[in-house]
Each structure stands twice: as structure tokens, then as C-alpha cells.
């Protein structure tokens, strides 16, 4: 029998239900034990529901607070010293606020302490918490929450699955800031405590073990390869089957050392990389299973069942009940269920399935290969194959305008019309800033006040007219609130905008937008991803309105805010029915028309932001370049509409940039702001061998933490940014948008950062 499972499920809940849980024990409004509650209610749920769909086992440890790596870091006590309460000296279990300081700086109990890094997690949007290493470090087992979860699952009958990241990825997750400390020299320390953990679970009644290895699809130094040989022949011994689960791309080289680990099974990811289900199959070993992810994980398509039926037969009579389905990865990166969504139409709902719908699928999918298919899978197959060619027929897919259009791009379409030199000089001439110039990246809090205004205003419960005129109010409150600080550059704010995609995309032809479509992008911060579904156009202007009326407000320059065309691209579900690439340029085009629009408003700067174009990046080095030439392309094709004086800048945030800092310059925007305060400002050590051409502004402060910074840390980590880049090119901005944070720690938070600007001045003026 073809037995179903996930690699994990969506935490969030259907409803968020942890998020409000989390923020509500955070702010003092509830206590552990209903924080404790919430988390049981919604695992007994999603235990519930793949049981209910019909899968073979119910997975356990899919299940976080904040993040599954920072689980594991705890679980392993690879809690850095400034972390540890004085009752955890004597190497006791680790509490979970200690996980949410190490996460957030800040927790209900303990000193607040600078937060652990924070990272995208491979090529997603879901960040995780960077582990901390260092030469020497030791291990112990310091967390029982795995095993209290099996046992939760246990008692109330389940068959269980349990799953954790594999040794080998979660170091390859972390970093040490001690150049002579190799990470691999922590293994055989590191091995011990797994081998506890796997003897825990088979004494909690556990026969499989997933351990996640997404780091065998990336490429590998030679000594990490051998390294998997010797890690899993140590754990080998452990009284548990072990599925190792590769995922979010082919295993390519790393394919021999994958398939002839001694494990039980190995899950591949067969659609991010289908044609690598033949080479897996001629050479896994006879005795082991083959688990087989072939239900999108990372998408929100509906799946071509009698298509995947046919493609899997081969494998079925290969392998026989040596075969096991699921989706390609956790079902983490999609939303909890499509049945929530009344307000989509028939259509495009019918071609859609979120997390429930995908435990349907595999399920179907394995009864379909064993012939043991009844009315109802048969039903859904039906159903799928008339839904997906009623897709391909639809004329909401298409608009030959739009092809006709990027026809008649040329190479002068992806320049500015002169280099950075004489733009940086006509835009000083304009501007007239300062040395150090301050600025924000875009976003102020946005309150209860202006939330509620909002859910109003969509309800029908206020006018537009009143709505407008609330919103005003804000942005004029955010521009004075500025004015009072002493920035020298502002911005309005944005309390008009639910979220930094879905605004632009509502406003975009060829986008839809679900009620519930929730997915978590770390702790609790989730994001409801538009759904990408035809090609791309910009109906009329997205932002000039607000825009033109903040700057109207102030005699300093006003920033104009935009997403960018990747990260509209990457924060979205996205059609896969033509190349991401040409998706992206019919972005760029619609953006490219509102910089036109924005800067005949007469906005001086305008900031188009690209969060996402690291996260991006193929995970194998050899498929970079392609991904690169049409990335920044297309940013290009956004900007190089603009004047001479009208300063361009670009934001990314939480991803590792130092190895694509040359396509970084490419973008050629005039002044960018990149994210480095939680890693020390070691993102500019780039800067040592690669001379950056433009104005930068590095962090100086981590807005994911309330904690308000000393001027003397934001002077310190500037005068290190000196060292790499010329003073006269260096901005002083956070490290993030502000839309999270409270006006209180923001103002305090910003009026020292002017300070900090204002001291540099009086240093190099």
C-alpha cells in the first residue's frame, strides 16, 4: 500500500489563532497557560485533519511558537549566554521565554538582550533565527516539548510521524563569528544529543523520524558530503526508522550521498525538480523507501491528478509499498484552507487548493495508484482535470496588449540616462541634504485606530469620503511627528496600506486576493499573499494621491513608496503557466508608469523596494546568473524612467546579499538600505574587496525587537560602516519598515537615531 503523509503543517491556524495568542501573551493580556492552550487546540485540530483526509500518519514537531530552527537550537541548548536566566545556570530545561527573547530580545520574564539574526529561510519568505556557534560549544538535550507533543498525540490515538531539522542542515542554518571556528568541528559534540533525541522518540512510541535536510539540494563543500556519511552511520544505531527529507530542489551532485545514506527513506522534491525521480529510482537501495513530493507545497494550484497518476506509475511498480506520496515540502509556505474563502468567484477557486485541499490530493492520489480508489477520489480527479482545462481555456489569462508591449522593449528601456556620478550631483543640487542624511524605509505603525478604519471602510461602514479623511489625518500626524524628530528625508507613512504587496496588487490587473489566504513569515508575523492568476496591468495610478498630499505637507523631500517588481512577484502565488521571468517584466512595466506618475507629482524620491531579491535566487549557484539578468532587469526597467534628480532608492531586508552585491550594484539605484544592525553591520565586510558605486544606508537599528537602541551602539555601528563606505554616500536609517511597532518605542527609537546622525556630523562635518 502507497502510504500518504506531510512533511508539516501550517501552525497559524485557520483564523491566526496563535498569532493573536502569541501578541496577547507578549503585551501582558494573557498568561502561559493560555498561550500553552492555544498551542494544544490547534495541534489536536491539524492532527484531526490529516487523519480525517486519510493520511497514514499524523506528523508531530511541525508545530513552533516563533520558528522550528529556534526549536531546535533550544532543544540542543545552543542557547547563547546572554540569554540564560539565572535559574537556567544550573542546566535545567530552557523556558520559553528565553525562545522568545532569543527570537524578539524582549519576553514577559528575563532581561531583554540583543535578538538572535534572523534570516529567509533557503529561497521562501518564512525567516527563521540564525543558530549561534562558536569553537567549542557543547550540547544537551534541554527541551522535552517534542516528546510532550508525541505524547499528546498518542494519547488521543494518532499514528506519529515525528519530524525535527536534521544535525547537517542546522548547522549549515547557523554561523559563527569566529573565522578559525569551523562549523563541522561541532558535529561529533552535536551527534550525541540527536542520538538521545531519536532514543526519546522510540521510547514515546515513535517508529519514523523525518529529519529534514534541505541543505542536500544546495551545493556542498566535499567536506559537508562526507560529513552526511558519518553523521547518519553515528545515528544509525538509533532505535527508530529515519526518513531524510530533501526538499525545495533537486539533490543534483549531492544525489549519491542522499540515496546511499544508512536511513530507512528518503522524501526528494519531484516538483521543484521532477526530472530527478528516474536517477533517484535507479539508484536508491532495495531495502529503503522512497517518499515522493509531488503536491506543490510551495504553491497554490490545484493539482493535475490523472497527469501525476500516470507519471507515478512507473515508480508504483518499481517500488511497490516501498512508495510513499506527499507534498514536496511542509505545507508551512501555503494557506490553511480554501474553504474559508466565500468571497473569491467559482472560477478561480476552482483552481486553487490550500493545505486541507492538499492532504485531500495525496491521499487521492496514493488510493489511485493502488487501485484502491472510490466514488469520491474518483469525483475529485474528475473535478481537477475539468478545472485545469477550463484554466488553460480562460481568456482572464491573457492580455496581447501586454505581449505587445515587452516586444518592444530595447536596451534603452532598462537604463537611466546618465551614471551615478552625474545623477548623485544633480540630485545634491536638488535635495540639498546633509551629511549622514536621515530617513525611515516607509512604513509608521499602523494603530488600532487606522486598522479599524480600514476594516470599516472595506465592511461598508464608512464612506469613502470619511475614509479619505481619516487617512489624511494619518499621514499628516506621521509627516509632523517626523518634522518634530528632525528627519531629513520623509515619507507618508502608508496607514492607507493592509500590506506592501497586496495593496499595489489590488490595484493591478491579473491579481486576486483571498479573506483568510494567511501564511506565516516568522514569529507572529503572517502575510496573505496574493494570487498571481493572468498578466499584468496598471489600470490607473496606484499612490500619487497620497503621495502628492504628504509632500504638500512639508517643505523636506517627500520618498514616493513602491514594492518592486521581484518582490511583487516573490510575495505572491504565481501563475505557473508561463516563465516567472516574463511575469516580473509585465510588473515592472505597470510600476514603471506610476514612477512617471509619481515624479510628474512632484515627489524628488522615489523608493522601490526589493526585499525579496535574495530570497529569490536559485539555491544552486549554476542557475543564479539567469535568475539574475532578469531580476535586475526588470528593476531596471522600473526606474530607468526617472530624471536625473529624481533619487532612486531600493530596500532589502534579512537575507544573506554579500554574494550577489555585484548584481546589487547592477540594480543601479541611487542610495539602497540594507538590513544589518542584528548582524553587526558584517554585511559590509563585502565592501572590503567589492567597491559598492552608490549611496547606501546599513540599519542601525532592529525594528523587530522593541528594544530602543543607545546613540552610542547606532555611532559605533556607523563609524564600522565609514570603514567600508565613503561618508558622503552613507545614509542613517532602521533597518525595516515601522508598521509593527508602537509610535512610543518609534519615536523614542528614532529621536536617537537622529542624534546618533547629528554627532557623526559634528565626527567627519
Known amino acids: 500500500m502507497t502510504l500518504a503523509h506531510v512533511l508539516g503543517y501550517p501552525r497559524i491556524g485557520a483564523r491566526r489563532e496563535l498569532k493573536h495568542a502569541l501578541e496577547a501573551y507578549w503585551r501582558g493580556d494573557g498568561d502561559r497557560e493560555s498561550l500553552e492552550a492555544t498551542g494544544r487546540e490547534l495541534r489536536a485540530k491539524h492532527w484531526q485533519a490529516q487523519r480525517e483526509a486519510g493520511l497514514d500518519f499524523v506528523t508531530v514537531g511541525d508545530f513552533a511558537f516563533y520558528d522550528q530552527v529556534l526549536d531546535v537550537s533550544i532543544m540542543l541548548g545552543a542557547v547563547p549566554s546572554r540569554f540564560e536566566a539565572d535559574d537556567e545556570l544550573d542546566r535545567g530545561a530552557v523556558d520559553l521565554d528565553t525562545a522568545f527573547r532569543m527570537a524578539r530580545g524582549r519576553a514577559p520574564s528575563g532581561k531583554p538582550a540583543a535578538a538572535c539574526e534572523m534570516t529567509k529561510y533557503f529561497d521562501t519568505n518564512y525567516h527563521y533565527l540564525v543558530p549561534e556557534l562558536h569553537a567549542g560549544q557543547t550540547f544537551r538535550l534541554a527541551s522535552s516539548r517534542l516528546f510532550d507533543e508525541v505524547a499528546e498525540a498518542r494519547a488521543a490515538g494518532y499514528p506519529v510521524k515525528a519530524v525535527l531539522t536534521g544535525p547537517l542542515t542546522w548547522l549549515w542554518l547557523g554561523k559563527t563569528h569566529d573565522e578559525t571556528c569551523d562549523r563541522l568541528s561541532l558535529l561529533e559534540a552535536l551527534l550525541p544529543v540527536y542520538g538521545e533525541i531519536l532514543a ?62 544508512p536511513v530507512e527513506g528518503l522524501h526528494i522534491d519531484a516538483v521543484r525538480a521532477p526530472e530527478q525521480l528516474t536517477a533517484v529510482l535507479d539508484n536508491l537501495p532495495a531495502y529503503k523507501v522512497l517518499s515522493v513530493g509531488v503536491i ?131 540630485q545634491q543640487r536638488f535635495l540639498e541634504l546633509p551629511l549622514f542624511p536621515t530617513t525611515t524605509i516607509g512604513s509608521f505603525p499602523q494603530t488600532a485606530e487606522i486598522r479599524a478604519t480600514r476594516r470599516a471602510y472595506k465592511s461598508g461602514e464608512l464612506s469613502r469620503e470619511t475614509y479619505e479623511a481619516r487617512m489624511r489625518e494619518a499621514i499628516a500626524d506621521a509627516v509632523a511627528r517626523q518634522e518634530a524628530l528632525g528627519l531629513d528625508v520623509l515619507v507618508h507613512g502608508e496607514a492607507e496600506r493592509n500590506d ?93 508608469d506610476e514612477v512617471a506618475d509619481l515624479e510628474a507629482a512632484g515627489l524628488p524620491i522615489i523608493q522601490i523596494d526589493e526585499p525579496a531579491l535574495r530570497e529569490g535566487l536559485p539555491l544552486r549557484q549554476a542557475e543564479w546568473q539567469g535568475y539574475l539578468d532578469w531580476a535586475v532587469d526588470s528593476f531596471r526597467l522600473a526606474a530607468s524612467v526617472a530624471d536625473d534628480a529624481t533619487q532612486i532608492h531600493t530596500h532589502m531586508c534579512y537575507s544573506e546579499f554579500n554574494d550577489i552585491i555585484a548584481a546589487i550594484a547592477a540594480l543601479d539605484a541611487d542610495v539602497i538600505t540594507i538590513e544589518t544592525s542584528r548582524s553587526h553591520m558584517e554585511l559590509l565586510d563585502v565592501f572590503r574587496d567589492f567597491a559598492y558605486p552608490n549611496a547606501i544606508g546599513p540599519g542601525v537599528y532592529d525594528i523587530h525587537s522593541p528594544n530602543v537602541p543607545e546613540v552610542e551602539w547606532m555611532v559605533q555601528l556607523l563609524e564600522r560602516a565609514a570603514e567600508r563606505i565613503p561618508v558622503e554616500r552613507l545614509w542613517v536609517n532602521p533597518d525595516c519598515g515601522l508598521k509593527t511597532r508602537d509610535w512610543p518605542e518609534v519615536e523614542a527609537a528614532l529621536e536617537r537615531m537622529v542624534d546618533a546622525a547629528r554627532e557623526l556630523r559634528q565626527r567627519y562635518g
Open 296 to 426: 506543490d507545497g510551495r504553491n497554490v494550484w490545484r493539482a493535475d491528478l490523472a497527469t501525476l497518476r500516470e507519471r507515478l506509475a512507473n515508480a508504483r511498480l518499481r517500488l511497490g509499498e516501498r512508495l510513499w506520496l506527499a507534498p514536496s515540502c511542509s505545507l508551512l509556505h501555503v494557506p490553511v484552507d480554501l474553504a474559508s474563502e466565500t468571497e473569491l468567484d467559482a472560477e478561480l477557486t476552482s483552481w486553487l487548493a490550500f493545505a486541507r485541499q492538499k492532504l485531500d490530493e495525496t491521499v487521492t492520489l496514493a488510493r489511485l495508484l493502488d487501485g484502491r480508489a472510490g466514488a469520491a477520489e474518483r469525483d475529485r480527479v474528475a473535478a481537477a482535470t475539468a478545472a485545469l482545462d477550463a484554466r488553460r481555456a480562460s481568456p482572464r489569462l491573457h492580455r496581447p496588449a501586454v505581449a505587445e508591449r515587452l516586444s518592444r522593449l530595447g536596451e534603452a528601456d532598462l537604463s537611466r540616462a546618465n551614471p551615478y556620478p552625474v545623477r548623485a550631483g544633480a
Open 200 to 261: 526519546r522518540l522510540a521510547a514515546e512510541g515513535v517508529e519514523w523520524v523525518q529529519l529534514d535536510e534541505p541543505a542536500l539540494v544546495q551545493d556542498l563543500p566535499l567536506a559537508w558530503k562526507q560529513a552526511y556519511e558519518a553523521a547518519y552511520n553515528a545515528l544509525q544505531s538509533a532505535p527508530v526508522k529515519l526518513l531524510v527529507a530533501s526538499y525545495f530542489g533537486g539533490l543534483g551532485d549531492n544525489l549519491q550521498v542522499a540515496v546511499n545514506l
Open 500 to 592: 506592501m504587496v497586496e495593496y499595489f496588487g489590488e490595484q493591478l490587473e491579473g491579481y486576486a486576493f483571498t479573506r483568510f489566504g494567511w501564511v506565516q513569515s516568522y514569529g507572529s508575523r503572517c502575510v496573505k499573499p496574493p494570487i498571481l492568476y493572468g498578466d499584468v496591468t496598471r489600470p490607473a495610478p496606484m499612490t500619487v494621491a497620497w503621495s502628492r498630499y504628504a509632500q504638500s505637507l512639508t517643505e523636506r523631500p517627500m520618498k514616493g513608496m513602491l514594492t518592486g517588481p521581484v518582490t511583487m512577484l516573490q510575495w505572491a502565488f504565481v501563475r505557473d503557466d508561463q516563465p516567472r521571468a516574463t511575469t516580473c517584466r509585465q510588473i515592472a512595466l505597470a510600476l514603471r
